[in-house]
């Protein structure tokens, strides 16, 4: 029955009050071991007596600053599905090809704990080493009231692959996968993998430079994958096997990146392998059962 922030001294507190509340409006001189039942009832306790043996004497402290961290991951976490809802409905910063999104999202704790935003002018060279998701270097970048974009050429007016980095220090990134020119939609495993985990190898060291420190709160999507196939080499190595996830966004929680030396791919493991799961896999194939990644395991 006890709550948290309940406590003797309190309920005596509220008693007081009480006692005082009816003698100023009606005159009424309520005994305070009157007021102290009356105050126990309200809080679901039988009598005072009752109220003392479960309560401490003093209210706990609680620990704000854990308290308050919690409340910013829940923000930072309402915002990536905002964004996720948002990239389903073709609300992103350049025009993408129409397909299933692999999205990366790098958010610092910083960028909802805090004011700092970067100075885009002075930042200019290492907001454009952001390459787009799952490609080696930037083809084309421009400056948004957000930050800088960095994407991959148009064609027919829509881009393969963008980075996004905002002054507050939040990095999105998507690239496409498109029907093949077979006709077929496919997720190639080991591609969204290489994707996934070269992009962030490189997201987070030019994080650092731009002065933002962790915690980093790293979350993976795809996004719009209902009818595509998830890729996966057989065991003989010969062929491949595809499985579909029958779900328009899979979503896995984050990942906390902590300190500055974790490696790229012992972040995304997790929730790689859950990726993985909703595909009907007990977890991804290309790591060791140590979290080494090795491309792909047969």
Known sequence: MQNQYLSQAAVKQQAKLVAQFFFEQDGI????????????RAHGYRNWQTAQADLPEETPVVDSTLAQREIIAERIRNYRQERLANIHGH???????????????????????????????ASVSGLTAFHPLGRNAHQNYKFTVDGVLNYANLTDDRSHAYCHVQRNGIVEAVSVFTSEGDGNN?????????????????????????????????????????????????????????????????????????????????????????????????????????????HRRR
């Open 186 to 294: 496919r997720i190639h495993s080991k591609r969204f993998e290489e994707h996934l985990i070269t992009s962030l190898g490189i997201y987070l060291p030019l994080l650092m430079k731009l002065d933002l420190v962790p915690p980093f709160y790293v979350f993976i999507a795809l996004v719009g994958g209902t009818h595509f196939d998830f890729i996966v080499p057989t065991d003989d190595g010969v062929g491949f096997r595809g499985s579909k996830a029958e779900m328009e966004f899979l979503a896995p929680p984050e990942a906390l990146v902590s300190s500055t030396d974790e490696a790229a791919h012992r972040v995304l493991w997790p929730a790689i392998d859950v990726i993985w799961n909703a595909f009907g896999y007990p977890g991804s194939r290309n790591f060791t059962e140590q979290g080494e990644w090795i």
């Open 91 to 121: 609300n992103t910063p350049v025009m993408v090809q129409l397909g299933c999104k692999l999205v990366l999202h790098v958010i610092p704790f910083s960028a909802f704990a805090s004011r700092k935003t970067l100075d885009i002018r």
């Open 29 to 40: 001189k309520m005994p305070h071991s009157k007021a102290l039942e009356a105050m126990s």
